[in-house]
């Protein structure tokens, strides 16, 4: 797993969001084992309290699940990862709104560019 962190962003926080995106994204599969806290560490090269932190509260939230001596693996509640893929896309879209409203793109405009992008990407998505 490779993060480019932003330092304006805790990176508990930037771990979790990444899982959550390998999950999401079909890299990561629902029930599979996560690396250990110190591998983790060590292989993002961040403190082992901060990988602590970042399991700690995805266990909170019922995103993995540890088991004492075998490790944390993630959820196989497909509702769980269905909710996480809802909430990703939702601020997505939020994010994508507020930027194209700052640069004074009303709504319709919005849907029309949104439109001409979908139909874009799929026909170059067919001629491959």
Known sequence: MQINFDISKPIYEQVIAEIKRSLVRGELKPGSKLP??????????VNHNTIQ???REMEGVGFVKTVRG???YLTDDQSIVLKIRQEM?????DRFI????SLGIGGQEIIQLVKDGVSKYENEVIQR
Request: proline share 0%.
């Open 98 to 101: 507020g930027e194209m409203i």
């Open 89 to 93: 896309a939702q601020g997505t879209i």
């Open 53 to 55: 932190r970042a399991y």
């Open 70 to 72: 075998m490790g944390t």
């Open 36 to 45: 250990s806290q110190r591998d983790l560490a060590k292989d993002l090269q």
